[in-house]
């Protein structure tokens, strides 16, 4: 039943595409301009105004102006009986579902994760579908065209799947095509698009131009409500790399459907908090970008392709490269250098912080929990710092020791403050006594602190990785309740009371605005790390609970050398 299915499908679109040539070759030019078909109500409520969304947008978004010609884009319906078919092909690197409805991906799972990304329901109201759409007009790429729900007609070959559809664009026959491309072994594949003018006269599309796109949303499946996990556009214009956030920002006005730039365009796609799909335009460059800027859908971003006229006879053909996998520059590279730039991560800070993986993941080798492995990590930064650290503590020590005199100056000194200063300085260096040295320690953690934070927020290795008990996965805060909203998650806890301790184990007596300031430390760090991920809080915690057991030592040991007869 199933071949006798298709063998219908197939005569039935023969059959409706030769009765509409037909017709069009012997009525259209006889016709009353009143009389040509209409589109379908669905159809011209999308086209009602072409190019509106734009002129909602912020001043600087404008993007290819747009005639007041409405484009048409009238589908032959689908054979009745039909229903959408799945075909599945895998390369090893990719297990890819597509479906005859668009003609588009349903699943797209990741096979070196086992992750699947394409996630059809959230809170965006988007399809999640990779859909590699071709709208005629802005109102289509905000609400979709017939397209992207008719059943298809599709050929498969290897490696290879052929879409093909059949419709109408200002009155004229039209076949297209969707052609997918799988490479087995490799991190993309290809999509071309074909449009074949089959009427007697050049097809004009009324705003010269088609604007292309991969999908609307990226998975993996999250929990989207978290500030971490979020989606956005993106795309690289003029040779730089933008990820609007929706609304524009803070400060923009900018509240239209869409948002629009011009500028040669050299790839669109969605990124997620883990991956990215990439379209790469191949052998052509787009005149701008265009994406879903509504608060409740989704993270759609096209590319306007430059297009005039399709003479008839003829097909115009655009092939793009696709990139769908994980963050990670070596991958996009081999595909594109262009694509590097959408891991979207600090060139100065990318060496460290793949020193910081390797380590990790070295140690994990061991250990087998990425929560044990932060802790050994922490110690081994510790032990390198060792040196330097000891420096800081007993000058840190020394002064605290140097507090009495201290007060003494103060004192005697009191209406003088110029005088104060002068005089605790000449002693600091007498005593060869570095004021200053206390932050050092923290500040060379600093760029590991970075490192560590983008590790966690952008590898996939990292994610959903446990450590001990309420901590499940590392990647996020660890959030044991929410009272109204507010989490309530420990170890930024336990890591502001290490904090405090440790601030007065090594904040000098007396009453300055230094010394209240770093008391008031401990408050700044609680909210700094409070919807930090728990794995970055793990680490500061360590380097404060490894501080405070070696100042104790320095303590211990300064007291003995005040016992000792030599000293």
Same mark, same amino acid.
């Given at each position: 039943?199933?071949?006798?299915?298709?063998?219908?499908?197939?005569?039935?679109?023969?059959?409706?595409?030769?009765?509409?040539?037909?017709?069009?070759?012997?009525?259209?030019?006889?016709?009353?301009?009143?009389?040509?078909?209409?589109?379908?109500?669905?159809?011209?409520?999308?086209?009602?105004?072409?190019?509106?969304?734009?002129?909602?947008?912020?001043?600087?978004?404008?993007?290819?102006?747009?005639?007041?010609?409405?484009?048409?884009?009238?589908?032959?319906?689908?054979?009745?009986?039909?229903?959408?078919?799945?075909?599945?092909?895998?390369?090893?690197?990719?297990?890819?579902?597509?479906?005859?409805?668009?003609?588009?991906?349903?699943?797209?799972?990741?096979?070196?994760?086992?992750?699947?990304?394409?996630?059809?329901?959230?809170?965006?109201?988007?399809?999640?579908?990779?859909?590699?759409?071709?709208?005629?007009?802005?109102?289509?790429?905000?609400?979709?065209?017939?397209?992207?729900?008719?059943?298809?007609?599709?050929?498969?070959?290897?490696?290879?799947?052929?879409?093909?559809?059949?419709?109408?664009?200002?009155?004229?026959?039209?076949?297209?095509?969707?052609?997918?491309?799988?490479?087995?072994?490799?991190?993309?594949?290809?999509?071309?698009?074909?449009?074949?003018?089959?009427?007697?006269?050049?097809?004009?599309?009324?705003?010269?131009?088609?604007?292309?796109?991969?999908?609307?949303?990226?998975?993996?499946?999250?929990?989207?409500?978290?500030?971490?996990?979020?989606?956005?556009?993106?795309?690289?214009?003029?040779?730089?790399?933008?990820?609007?956030?929706?609304?524009?920002?803070?400060?923009?006005?900018?509240?239209?459907?869409?948002?629009?730039?011009?500028?040669?365009?050299?790839?669109?796609?969605?990124?997620?908090?883990?991956?990215?799909?990439?379209?790469?335009?191949?052998?052509?460059?787009?005149?701008?970008?265009?994406?879903?800027? $509504?608060?409740?859908?989704?993270?759609?971003?096209?590319?306007?392709?430059?297009?005039?006229?399709?003479?008839?006879?003829?097909?115009?053909? $655009?092939?793009?490269?696709?990139?769908?996998?994980?963050?990670?520059?070596?991958?996009?590279?081999?595909?594109?250098?262009?694509?590097?730039?959408?891991?979207?991560?600090?060139?100065?800070?990318?060496?460290? $912080?793949?020193?910081?993986?390797?380590?990790?993941?070295?140690?994990?080798?061991?250990?087998?929990?990425?929560?044990?492995?932060?802790?050994?990590?922490?110690?081994?930064?510790?032990?390198?710092?060792?040196?330097?650290?000891?420096?800081?503590?007993?000058?840190?020590?020394?002064?605290?020791?140097?507090?009495?005199?201290?007060?003494?100056?103060?004192?005697?000194?009191?209406?003088?403050?110029?005088?104060?200063?002068?005089?605790?300085?000449?002693?600091?260096?007498?005593?060869?006594?570095?004021?200053?040295?206390?932050?050092?320690?923290?500040?060379?953690?600093?760029?590991?602190?970075?490192?560590?934070?983008?590790?966690?927020?952008?590898?996939?290795?990292?994610?959903?990785?446990?450590?001990?008990?309420?901590?499940?996965?590392?990647?996020?805060?660890?959030?044991?309740?929410?009272?109204?909203?507010?989490?309530?998650?420990?170890?930024?806890?336990?890591?502001?009371?290490?904090?405090?301790?440790?601030?007065?184990?090594?904040?000098?007596?007396?009453?300055?605005?230094?010394?209240?300031?770093?008391?008031?430390?401990?408050?700044?760090?609680?909210?700094?790390?409070?919807?930090?991920?728990?794995?970055?809080?793990?680490?500061?915690?360590?380097?404060?609970?490894?501080?405070?057991?070696?100042?104790?030592?320095?303590?211990?040991?300064?007291?003995?050398?005040?016992?000792?007869?030599?000293?």
């Amino acid at each position: 039943m199933e071949k006798k299915d298709i063998l219908r499908a197939v005569v039935a679109i023969v059959l409706s595409l030769a009765v509409w040539v037909g017709w069009m070759y012997f009525f259209k030019d006889h016709m009353p301009q009143e009389q040509k078909p209409q589109q379908p109500a669905a159809t011209d409520a999308a086209h009602k105004a072409p190019g509106d969304a734009s002129r909602q947008a912020a001043p600087h978004a404008t993007g290819p102006a747009t005639p007041a010609a409405r484009p048409h884009a009238v589908l032959a319906a689908a054979p009745a009986g039909v229903e959408a078919k799945d075909i599945e092909l895998k390369t090893g690197v990719y297990s890819v579902v597509f479906t005859t409805r668009g003609a588009a991906i349903k699943s797209f799972t990741y096979a070196a994760k086992k992750v699947e990304l394409v996630v059809p329901k959230s809170k965006y109201n988007a399809t999640g579908l990779f859909d590699f759409a071709l709208h005629i007009s802005e109102d289509e790429f905000l609400n979709g065209s017939a397209l992207d729900s008719m059943i298809w007609s599709h050929a498969v070959k290897e490696n290879t799947v052929v879409f093909s559809a059949t419709a109408t664009m200002q009155g004229l026959p039209v076949r297209i095509e969707k052609v997918y491309t799988l490479i087995p072994g490799k991190h993309h594949f290809t999509v071309e698009t074909r449009i074949a003018n089959l009427g007697r006269t050049p097809l004009p599309l009324p705003n010269k131009y088609l604007i292309m796109s991969p999908s609307d949303f990226m998975g993996p499946a999250l929990d989207f409500e978290n500030t971490y996990n979020q989606v956005n556009s993106m795309f690289q214009i003029n040779g730089g790399f933008e990820k609007p956030n929706k609304g524009g920002g803070f400060f923009s006005k900018n509240e239209g459907p869409t948002a629009v730039q011009k500028g040669a365009v050299t790839w669109v796609g969605v990124s997620s908090r883990y991956f990215l799909i990439v379209m790469l335009a191949n052998g052509f460059s787009g005149t701008g970008a265009i994406y879903d800027n $509504r608060a409740d859908r989704g993270f759609r971003a096209g590319m306007y392709v430059p297009v005039d006229s399709i003479q008839p006879g003829t097909t115009l053909a $655009r092939s793009f490269k696709v990139y769908v996998g994980e963050k990670n520059k070596d991958l996009l590279a081999e595909v594109d250098k262009s694509m590097v730039d959408a891991t979207d991560i600090s060139r100065w800070i990318e060496p460290i $912080r793949d020193f910081l993986l390797w380590c990790l993941m070295k140690i994990n080798i061991l250990f087998g929990n990425f929560g044990w492995s932060l802790v050994v990590f922490s110690i081994v930064t510790k032990l390198i710092f060792l040196p330097l650290t000891m420096k800081s503590t007993e000058s840190m020590k020394k002064m605290q020791d140097l507090n009495p005199k201290i007060q003494e100056i103060r004192e005697k000194f009191k209406d003088k403050p110029d005088v104060v200063n002068k005089k605790i300085m000449e002693m600091y260096k007498k005593e060869k006594v570095n004021p200053l040295s206390g932050c050092l320690p923290l500040l060379l953690q600093m760029p590991f602190f970075f490192a560590l934070y983008s590790a966690l927020i952008n590898s996939v290795d990292l994610w959903q990785a446990p450590f001990v008990l309420w901590i499940t996965d590392l990647s996020l805060p660890d959030t044991v309740y929410a009272i109204s909203g507010f989490n309530i998650n420990i170890l930024p806890i336990f890591m502001t009371a290490t904090t405090y301790l440790q601030q007065r184990m090594t904040t000098t007596e007396g009453t300055s605005q230094q010394q209240k300031m770093m008391m008031f430390m401990p408050l700044i760090f609680i909210v700094i790390f409070w919807n930090m991920p728990s794995g970055l809080v793990l680490y500061w915690t360590m380097q404060n609970v490894l501080q405070i057991g070696h100042q104790l030592y320095i303590n211990k040991r300064g007291d003995k050398k005040k016992e000792s007869p030599s000293a």
